[in-house]
Each structure stands twice: as structure tokens, then as C-alpha cells.
């Protein structure tokens, strides 16, 4: 049983952490507690990419009182979480896991197809890295390649998650910007990459499956 593990451990090292974790410890069950939100993202984006999602379950505290005690949820994902809460009244707090599953998209993509992205020696890649590789030009090619009849279909999707400029900038920070991200846009960012993911899994074009 692991409490809040990562209290004496630099950021610099979380990750390996999870790897340590996956790796070394995979045949034991382990109870983990964190309040390093950013540290529970990468673990669920770890496990995917490792194909381990289905040895995990993550459950979030949301809140307690004292009449209740905590009021606990269960989200085995990162999609599971913007699956509840794309919504009009939500929408808006979904930068953070917009950021985790699309850059997740991209990195997996992107070791199957084997894009050349430009090295960082901090290892620290986000997804305009990816972009700017290539990967809409080399997915598209792909893709259409795979499926010539929904040409159309597959460049909306792309054009639906890559083509929205700073979407999950806007609104993964308290800025003016977040207002004028419009529910549909976000509707549309989480379809294209649904629909994406499906195509890639699908063809083989992406890691881990």
C-alpha cells in the first residue's frame, strides 16, 4: 500500500515511478493514493500505452462532508471522465483531460508510424511537437490509404481535433479565451478523436494495439 507516494520525489521522476510500478511490480496488487492530479493523468496514460488499463481502477474523491463522509467516483479513463462531463454546464473544465487523451493519441500514433519528431532532452513532448512533425499529413495519408471511399470523413475528423487552434489551451487556463470555446467545438473535438482512435485501432496504426 502506497500513501501519497511521490511526497519526497521530484517531478522530474514521477513518471519513472509508474513505470517502476508497471514493470517491477505488475504482479501485485497495489493500493495507491495520490494528490497529484497531474501524476494520477500519466499513470492512466502509462497504462494504456502499455496495454495494462485493464489492471487498473481509478477512483476520484470528489468531495466529502461530514453527514456523507466521501463522495467517491470511479473512472477507469481519462475518456470515461469527458464521456460524464461533456455537457453544457461542463464542458469548459475538460482541458486537462482534452490534453491527456489527445496527447496520448499522438504519442502512440505517432511510435507506429514511426514519425520523426524533433528530439527533447527533457522528454517533455506536447502535442504541437507531433503536429508540427507531420502526423495530420502522415495519419491522413494512411488513413485514406486504408479507407479511399471515406476521404471526406477522415479529413473532418482530422481537421476536428488538429484544426481547432488553442481549444485545450483555452481551456486548460482561467482565461478570457475559455469563454469562447463553444460546446459544440468541444463536441466535435471529442468525436473526431474518438472516431480517429477507432480508424487507427482498426489498421494498426497506433501502439499498444
Not at 496527447?103 to 532532452?121: G, I, M
Not at 479507407?147 to 481547432?164: F, K, T, Y
Amino acid at each position: 500500500m502506497l500513501d501519497d507516494v511521490l511526497t519526497s520525489i521530484d517531478k522530474e521522476h514521477r513518471r519513472r515511478v509508474g513505470e517502476l510500478l508497471f514493470t517491477e511490480f505488475k504482479d501485485f496488487q497495489i493500493i495507491l493514493t495520490t494528490h497529484d492530479e497531474h501524476w494520477n493523468e500519466l499513470l492512466q496514460s502509462s497504462a494504456r500505452a502499455m496495454g495494462l488499463q485493464n489492471q487498473w481502477q481509478y477512483i476520484q474523491m470528489n468531495g466529502w462532508t461530514v453527514d456523507t463522509g466521501p463522495v467517491l467516483s470511479v473512472s477507469d479513463s481519462s475518456w470515461e471522465f469527458i464521456a460524464e462531463n461533456l455537457t453544457e454546464a461542463n464542458y469548459r473544465n475538460l482541458g486537462g483531460p482534452f490534453r491527456v487523451v489527445l496527447e496520448d493519441f499522438l504519442t502512440r500514433t505517432s511510435a507506429k508510424v514511426e514519425l520523426r519528431v524533433r528530439f527533447k532532452s527533457d522528454g517533455k513532448y506536447t502535442a504541437g511537437d507531433f503536429v508540427l512533425a507531420g502526423i495530420a499529413d502522415e495519419l491522413r495519408k494512411l488513413l485514406v490509404k486504408a479507407e479511399p471511399s471515406n476521404e471526406v470523413a477522415i479529413g473532418i475528423d482530422i481537421a476536428r481535433v488538429l484544426g481547432q487552434g488553442d481549444l485545450i489551451n483555452f481551456l486548460s487556463h482561467n482565461n478570457p479565451g475559455r469563454l469562447e470555446v463553444t460546446f459544440d467545438q468541444a463536441h466535435d473535438f471529442s468525436s473526431g478523436l474518438c472516431s480517429l482512435l477507432a480508424r487507427c485501432e482498426k489498421h494498426k496504426l497506433i501502439k499498444g494495439k
